[in-house]
């Protein structure tokens, strides 16, 4: 027996008699997962670091509506829900008996003050405008949420199942960001700031369909890799969901003791082009830049031959997804030949602003020297992430190319944001999307997704990449981890220990 083993032994004050039949150890209760990048705050409806849903949603905050490990919509604290046959009328039947995790009751007055709360002038939510179709919040008795619509919100509900959705008790509110309160499977412990956050289980937890296995649980943040993986060969913790050097899961191999699992995230990296400045101005010179890339070779060399070759910003975890890789395939003399019928047959030089991030700087020398290939001089600018590039690209819109991974579920939407900074302009893109958001229909809506998916994939505003895989390495013996994120999480609920 290991000495981890007799020590569990002894702490369990189990006796081990010569000749005695054999004796199995209890399941473990207590799980330590290991995160990157720590959190700002631990309120996901007032800023939008994605590590603040994955330490709190589901944790410890639920929605009206949630959304699933397959990326669909479940009902949560609303039971159910009736919608309009103009839908612009949502009326939600809430569940009873539920209460937060400071004893106060759930009802409809605390999802109207949640609501409010976001959509309101002096909101921080990092999804406002997700809000902003509802003009009135409505209470007819204590289990009833009504929401009027100014106009249709085909996706609402899957807005609603986000972490900016999140439902919050009033009175403790304000101070969610440090000592959260909600009503989901575990509650908030402590935060041992630059360390780890600690939850226990909620033995009042409202949702007795669902056995929750662990009595405790810890996100610790290690944000160098090789402490990473360090950690995790030492068992200090017993998974990384998000591993952050794809260089070193080869070298796990062979340890039996922990699995690698490769999954999909939503985190599309695309090298978005100024469509308003030439030459991107000119559809066929960014076809012709698409051509130029080879997607596979893009994904060996950025991120060690993991990762999911896209066509369009769209993810495989998303309803309606269609692989559009094949639209421009990787063809350099087509490439060469588009760039001259655009008047570039003697090449073409630009910039491309690339942050920081390992990812980002790896994937543009990647594409620096596919693009010489095809006459095409593309300089790197080192570009700090955030500030510079947020004042830069985002804000400003002062860039020839760049290249950044998008984080947020079905953000397809972001190229009929205006302004945005791609500068991109389609009208008939745009009025896909508002068809998108006129209809309920699941069926109708992924068609609708496969149309603007097209267009974008015919347009390229954008040199689409591919999607950073989840590569998550635990300890074998944990069950019930997400494979897949089709939102950025680390969901504990049904997380146990095999023995």
């Known amino acids: 027996m290991s000495r981890r083993g007799l020590m569990a032994l002894a702490l369990a004050g189990t006796a081990v008699f010569a000749g005695a039949p054999a004796s199995f150890a209890a399941p473990k209760t207590a799980i330590t997962i290991g995160m990157a990048i720590e959190p700002t705050g631990l309120d996901p409806t007032v800023a939008a670091p994605v590590a603040i849903g ?57 999802a109207k003050f949640s609501i409010d709360r976001a959509r309101g ?24 949420l009504v929401l009027k619509l100014s106009e249709p919100a085909g996706s609402l509900l899957y807005w609603l199942g986000w972490p900016a959705s999140s439902m919050v008790e009033p009175k403790s509110a304000a101070d969610n960001k440090t000592t959260p309160i909600g009503t989901g499977p575990f509650k908030f412990v402590s935060w041992a700031k630059g360390s780890k956050v600690d939850l226990a ?17 810890a996100f610790r943040f290690i944000g160098d890799p090789q402490a990473q993986a360090a950690a995790l060969r030492a068992g200090d913790v017993d998974a990384f969901p998000e591993f952050g050097a794809p260089e070193l899961v080869k070298s796990f191999e062979g340890d039996k003791r922990l699995a690698t699992v490769i999954g999909n995230t939503e985190l599309k990296v695309v090298a978005g082009m100024n469509n308003s400045r030439k030459p ?19 994904v060996e060399g950025a991120w060690s031959g ?35 019928e655009a008047g570039y047959a003697n090449g073409l030089t630009f910039t491309i602003k690339a942050p920081q991030m390992a990812y980002a700087q790896r994937t543009s020398q990647v594409l620096q020297a596919m693009l010489a290939e095809v006459g095409v001089t593309m300089n790197i600018e080192t570009t700090e992430f955030p500030a510079k590039w947020v004042a830069d690209v985002l804000k400003a819109a002062d860039y020839d190319m760049t290249i950044v991974a998008h984080a947020e579920p079905m953000d397809i939407d972001i190229y009929a944001r205006d302004p945005y900074y791609f500068n991109y302009k389609n009208p008939a893109f745009n009025e896909v999307l508002k068809a998108i958001e006129a209809t309920a229909d699941p069926a109708e809506q992924e068609r609708l997704y496969g149309e603007a998916q097209e267009i974008l994939a015919n347009d390229v ?22 494979e897949n994120e089709p939102i950025p999480s680390n969901v504990l609920t049904e997380v146990h220990w095999e023995e």
Not at 83 to 107: A, C, M, W
Not at 128 to 133: E, L, M, Q, T
């Open 54 to 110: 994955q330490v709190t949603w589901q944790n410890i905050f639920e929605g009206l509506t949630t959304i699933d490990k397959d990326g669909k919509v479940q009902p949560q604290l609303a039971e159910s829900w009736e919608i309009s046959e103009d839908g612009k009328t949502y009326t939600f039947k809430l569940r009873q008996g539920v209460t937060f995790h400071n004893g106060v009751p759930f009802d409809s007055s605390v």
């Open 121 to 144: 002038n002096d909101s921080v939510n990092p999804q406002k405008r997700y809000f902003a179709s509802i003009e009135a919040v409505e209470t007819p008795d204590a289990s009833t």
């Open 201 to 217: 289980k909620n033995a009042d937890y409202w949702n007795k369909s669902v056995s929750v296995k662990l009595e405790s649980a």
């Open 280 to 298: 991107f101005d000119d559809k066929r010179v960014r076809q012709a830049l698409m051509m130029a890339v080879d997607r596979a070779t893009v």
């Open 306 to 340: 993991y990762g999911t070759p896209i066509g369009s910003h769209y993810t495989p975890n998303d309803r309606g997804y269609k692989d559009l890789t094949g639209v421009y395939p990787y063809d350099p003399e087509k490439a060469k030949a588009l760039l001259a």
């Open 461 to 482: 505003p954008a040199l689409f990449l591919f999607v950073m895989p989840k590569l998550g390495i635990w300890d074998a013996k944990v069950k019930g981890l997400w």
